[in-house]
């Protein structure tokens, strides 16, 4: 390892001795005890002092009734908003300006067979789900009943929690990851303002593939505003001025992704296998995930998953952990369809005409009275579109049709898993999001499987919209014995970072993919993990949060090229080659290379490379592919480029932190801060009670530790909230953080309490075992059936 990795890992392993220090010395819990409608047996829930809760319960339906009684104490509004969002009822609450996306939405949900949608999930699954959501709404009865208190944000907005059903969980798809319609709009309209060769810079595909247009497709048909109603189906929920805003429109592509790495007994100095994972997503107060952990006679797990949604996802349940990341398969197409002129209501297939499916539904609007919307499908699925001047009519086709492909709800089938073959099973029937799973079990087996719908595409390649005359039809879905996995390697670990990562020996003609992500945080993971025969805990959380970027490593040598650089712009380049590509809160070289990377590089490479007519249309590009071509390119030709594009970054930097380098910090300019999403509509004062930070940050989007910005002010907007590294077998000593706590109330201890350890880099102990836990615990919950 390297002087500061080595630094890192001797303060986790100072985090592990300390935490356990606050173990022994855990003072007695404050315990309360409550009579639960719905509950069927005496349970206990211990609330550690880190807020993570820890139930045990007397049969596996009260272990999921608790889980979703428990979420709803500390999630409420949370989940709420998330259903609501999901099942298109903002408008209901909020009023008129909701009824946009609350058609959308509708747009996106599951309209399929229950009965299959249950069965793709596994035999448990509906059973989890009923008794998930009996508890949510047993602790919404208590408030309905006046014996809890409505939580806050109802209350600022003057709404209530709704009921829900086990369907709610299952049939809300859009707040899946899927791809690539947004990139195949690009490509398109790219194309039909400068040519195929146009994309060069946009985005790299991988493997190596010549872009076509698909025969019968006009690019010039797509227009700009084509995906507004996927976008509004598939965004999140704020609120300015009344308004709905997109918490993704200042996050780039590449900022969402994760990194998970599974390490063999035969690398680790314990002995056992160490097993990581830190998924990446939009930060937000509170979290996105949320850690818990369930016992009950024949089933145990723990771990975190997405609030709304039953078990976990990543974790272990005493036998065997897994972890996951996105695994960019292309689940989705835009489809382009000819009108009849005499009938909108009516598109082209085949040697005929089809009739859309029209659906009514009813809105209700607080405030007004209820809205009449029109939903449309073809057969490929919603009409997110139409142009009736042009006679054309546009919708996506996803997986998310297809029975089976909730979003993390597969997990229902994996989390019981006890071997590796059983393992593999559950994944293989895994729908959405695509994952990389990385998994390890108590015999010492480490392994990694690529699961999800992989649609098959026979002559065409999934990278631009498509006529939707019957011409180009998936073919059903790739079998998932023919998804890439490997057990047990001669290397002795794996890892993934939503990279390429198909075998070298992968066959040809089984295309999942040409759009992976940036392969920056795997490289330098794949460097430390070879050059680490003995991992420790300590280790594997150092490089979660090692804010190394590679590229620094192939553009900085480039500087070279810049002749006669005058004084500020010389220093400049000083700075930047003594420097070893450590993205520190306390680096001033780091803040002037990312800026200059992520603002001004890119930018100034398309504008010297790319034709004039597509510039605006590729913005500052895709990193690889504005390294490759400079690479490429001539000391001549892209001596101007680093020149101009390093003096703006310059500039910028020197205006916002002063004209003197040694003064300059990461951090001073990359922070923290979690705004709650009610903030607009709250005084001043009341805002900023509810935010969390700001810290200065480490890191950046091509780092192991994620910690992507936005241009417009540098806060930190995506990363990974929570992280998780398990001692395979020794389970107590796993560690785990989730910023910024486990509550959403915020008058809770656990609102905030978590932020400042995540913004530094350390942990709290992941306890498995009973004794652990009871040492640990802050409160205790005795729940017994009311009568």
């Known amino acids: 390892m390297g002087r500061r990795l080595r630094r890192r890992a001797r303060h986790g392993l100072l985090g592990l001795a300390l935490a356990g ?20 047996a005496p349970a206990e829930i211990l609330i550690d002092r880190w807020g993570i809760s820890h139930i045990y319960a007397a049969s596996v339906r009260d272990a999921f009734f608790l889980q979703g009684y428990n979420v709803a104490r500390d999630r409420l509004w949370q989940i709420d908003l998330w259903r609501k969002r999901g099942l298109g009822l903002l408008a209901e609450d909020f009023g008129p300006d909701f009824a946009a996306q609350d058609r959308a939405s509708r747009l996106f949900l599951y309209r399929g067979d229950m009965a299959a949608e249950w069965a793709a999930y596994g035999p448990q699954a509906r059973g989890y789900a009923e008794a998930f959501t009996a508890g949510i709404n047993a602790y919404v009865g208590e408030i309905q009943a006046g014996s809890r208190p409505m939580p806050e944000e109802f209350q600022v907005t003057g709404t209530t929690p709704d009921l829900w059903t ?38 790299r595909l991988e493997p190596d593939h010549t872009l076509s247009i698909p025969e019968g497709m006009d690019p010039c048909a797509i227009p700009a505003e084509v995906l507004g109603d996927y976008r509004l189906a598939t965004q999140g929920v704020t609120f300015k001025a009344g308004q709905v805003m997109a ?16 390490v063999a007994p035969s690398r680790t100095a314990t002995g056992r296998p160490i097993l990581a994972n830190d998924p990446h997503r939009a930060h937000g107060v509170p979290s996105l995930r949320y850690i818990v952990h369930m016992e009950a006679p024949g089933f145990s797990a723990i771990g975190a998953g997405e609030p709304a949604l039953p078990g976990i996802s990543i974790g272990h349940n005493g036998t065997i952990a897994f972890g996951l990341t996105i695994f960019p398969a292309d689940q989705e197409d835009l489809y382009v369809y000819e009108t009849d002129p005499s009938d909108p209501n009516r598109y ?36 997110v579109f139409e142009d009736p001047e042009a006679h054309r009519a546009y919708a996506v086709r996803s997986v998310w049709s297809d029975p089976g492909t909730s979003a993390y709800f597969g997990s229902a089938d994996y989390m019981t898993a006890q071997n590796w073959g059983e393992f593999s099973t559950a994944m293989g029937r895994f729908g959405t999001p695509s994952e990389n799973q990385v998994y390890a079990d108590t015999d010492g087996n480490i392994g990694w499987i690529a699961a999800g719908r992989v649609p098959v595409r026979q002559g065409w390649d999934g990278l631009m919209p498509v006529p939707g005359d019957g011409r180009y039809e998936w073919q059903g879905f790739m079998d998932a014995a023919d998804l890439p996995s490997r057990y047990n390697p001669e290397q002795g670990w794996l890892a993934t970072a939503n990279q390429f990562n198909l075998p070298d020996t992968y066959p040809a003609d089984r295309v999942i993919s040409f759009e992976w992500s940036n392969p920056s945080r795997m490289t330098r993971i794949a460097e430390v993990l070879d050059a680490d025969a003995s991992v420790t805990l300590a280790d594997a959380m150092a490089l979660q949060t090692d804010p190394t970027n590679v590229t620094a490593a192939e553009l900085i040598p480039l500087l070279v090229d810049i002749k ?71 000391p001549a030709e892209r001596g ?47 805002a900023e009670r509810l935010a969390v930070g700001p810290a200065p940050m480490a890191g950046t989007m091509l780092s192991p530790l994620a910690a992507s910005w936005r241009a417009s002010d540098y806060r930190v907007v995506s990363g990974a909230s929570f992280r998780m590294v398990l001692d395979v077998g020794a389970w107590d000593n796993s560690m785990a953080i989730n910023t910024p706590g486990q509550s959403g109330d915020p008058a809770s201890p656990h609102y905030r309490d978590l932020f400042p350890l995540w913004a530094n880099g350390e942990y709290v102990p992941l306890l498995y075992s009973r004794p652990a836990i009871e040492a640990a615990t802050a409160t205790v919950m005795t729940l017994t059936p009311a009568p």
């Open 640 to 686: 101007p480029i680093l020149s101009g594009s390093l003096t703006a970054a310059l500039d910028e930097v020197s205006q916002k932190l002063g004209p003197d380098p040694a003064a300059w910090t990461w951090g001073d300019l990359h922070q923290a801060r979690f705004e709650h999403a009610l903030a607009p509509l709250l005084p001043a004062d009341a």
């Open 247 to 262: 918490l993704a429109e200042d996050i780039p592509a590449d900022a969402i992704g994760s990194n998970n790495w599974t």
């Open 21 to 40: 220090l606050a173990v022994s010395a855990a003072a007695e819990p404050a315990r309360s005890a409550y009579q639960v409608a719905g509950l069927s």
């Open 348 to 383: 082209r297939y085949g040697a005929g005409w089809a009739a859309m499916e029209v659906v009514t539904e009813t809105l209700e609007v607080a405030g007004q009275a209820p809205q009449t919307v029109e939903l449309k499908f073809t057969r490929h699925g919603p009409v």
């Open 166 to 203: 086990p369907q709610d969980v299952v049939r809300i798809r859009s707040h899946g990851l899927t791809r690539n319609a947004a990139a195949e709009v690009e490509r398109a309209r790219i194309t039909c303002a400068a040519g195929l060769e146009a994309n060069a810079l946009n985005r």
């Open 564 to 634: 006669a650089p005058e004084p500020r712009l010389a220093q400049a380049i000083a700075l930047l080659q003594a420097w070893d590509g450590r993205t520190e809160a306390d680096s001033a070289a780091a803040a002037l290379y990312e800026v200059w990377l992520l603002k001004h590089l890119g930018q100034a490479t398309v504008r010297a490379a790319a034709p004039v007519a597509a510039q605006a249309l590729i913005g500052g590009g895709d990193q690889p592919a504005i390294s490759a071509y400079l690479a490429a390119a001539s």
